[in-house]
Every structure is written in structure tokens, then in C-alpha cells.
């Protein structure tokens, strides 16, 4: 059982003992529609990306990557602007 579900070890007796509804406490609550969980965050994309294994040579990979984060994007662009040109 995850250590958000396990119960409280001392239920409450009196409902004046309740903790305070803060903002914070909503806003990390989860939320139902019935019996089903809803997702929180970003909804899922039309089209996700796929996660691939490549292998490239180090020169290439070190040249994307000097540029700090992103390095993967950057990748994705260049192969995108690639296929775009060579189309028939």
C-alpha cells in the first residue's frame, strides 16, 4: 500500500478535531468524477513522442550536446528538417 493510503493511526472522534481545508491541501488533493481518479497536469498529447534507442557517433552527440539542455530537441528538429527536404 503506497504511504499516501495507509490510514491514520488515530481516527478522529470529534469533527471540530478536523484539520483546517487550506489551499495547499486542495490543491494536492486527488480528484474523482464518481469512482474513477482523475488525471492531474498536462492531458496526453495526439501524438506522443516515441522513445527510441540511436546510436550516433561521439563527435555528433558531443556537438548537439555542447549547447547544454535540449540537446535531444535539437536532434529531433534537425532529423525533422531533414525528412522535410529529402520528401518526394
Known amino acids: 500500500m503506497k504511504k ?3 490510514p491514520s493511526a488515530t481516527p478522529w472522534s470529534d469533527p471540530d ?3 483546517e ?3 495547499v491541501w486542495v ?3 486527488d480528484l474523482y468524477d464518481g469512482e ?3 488525471r492531474r497536469g498536462r492531458p496526453p498529447k495526439v501524438q506522443p513522442k516515441e522513445q527510441v534507442t540511436l546510436r550516433l557517433d561521439a563527435d555528433v552527440l558531443a556537438a548537439f550536446k555542447k ?3 535540449g540537446w535531444q530537441t535539437r536532434i529531433n528538429a534537425a532529423l525533422r528538417g531533414y525528412v522535410q527536404e529529402h520528401r518526394s
Do not use: M, Q, Y
Request: aromatic share 0%; glycine share 6%.
Open 67 to 69: 549547447d547544454g539542455e
Open 27 to 29: 490543491a494536492e488533493a
Open 21 to 23: 481545508i487550506t489551499d
Open 17 to 19: 478535531d478536523a484539520p
Open 36 to 38: 474513477k481518479r482523475l
Open 4 to 6: 499516501s493510503n495507509v
